[in-house]
């Protein structure tokens, strides 16, 4: 049952999204499984900073179907689809913060993220890039649904990026350690920066993840 403290709750981390410097405007959406089957996820066209109750719509997961409450955002259908797809994670983070963005948007992109521990710790080794599709439309939704089947975190090209955590804090911190990372490959432009080495990503999967080592 969904009741007012999971909706203040939700309020409250959409507020975060401000915060971090993540969105401008209208921009993000968020979501958040409360039961196995509901979901909150931010109005259409709501601005997360400033996000009100009668902004929260209850979704169902299973169907995609709104329960009750505004429309939800045009970009729900990734973020149910996501849900759906990965029971290991409850929160699901769509932004458009500027170095991350501006990197969506170039036309020779970075084929490795990894400039510091923290993203192969935290937002995964790997970080795909799907191709342009129009915002709410299905294309996108199946692309980032399927990207998000086996990774965290992913860039949309020409549009920005989601990312989804087992709880608003892993979802906040993949997405503000992404936004780091973009801003030192920005900033130090390209041939002008290092990545880690398999060896020390390898490193770190061990000794702070506590993975096995190979």
Not at 49 to 59: D, F, M, S, T, Y
């Amino acid at each position: 049952m969904i009741t007012k403290e999971h909706i203040a709750k939700f309020i409250e981390q959409a507020h975060r999204v401000g915060k971090e410097r993540l969105q401008l405007c209208s921009s993000g959406n968020l979501s958040w499984r409360v039961e196995e089957h509901t979901a909150l996820v931010s109005g259409t066209g709501s601005w997360l900073p400033r996000l009100a109750e009668e902004n929260v719509a209850i979704c169902d997961i299973s169907t995609g179907l709104r329960i009750d409450g505004p429309k939800p955002s045009m970009e729900s259908v990734f973020h149910l689809g996501v849900l759906r797809e990965r029971k290991d994670m409850n929160v699901v983070l769509h932004f458009q913060s500027e170095y991350a963005t501006i990197v969506s948007c170039m036309k020779k992109k970075p084929e490795n993220f990894n400039v510091v521990a923290e993203v192969p710790c935290y937002c995964g080794r790997e970080i795909p890039v799907i191709p342009y599709f129009r915002p709410g439309s299905k294309e996108l939704a199946d692309a980032v649904t399927n990207a998000l089947r086996e990774h965290d975190c992913v860039l949309m090209n020409k549009h920005g990026q989601a990312v989804c955590g087992k709880d608003f804090d892993d979802a906040f911190q993949k997405a503000v350690f992404f936004e780091f990372a973009c801003g030192i490959i920005v900033r130090a432009g390209e041939g002008n920066y290092q990545t880690l080495s398999d060896e020390e990503i390898r490193d770190l999967e061990v000794y702070i993840l506590g993975k096995a080592g190979s």
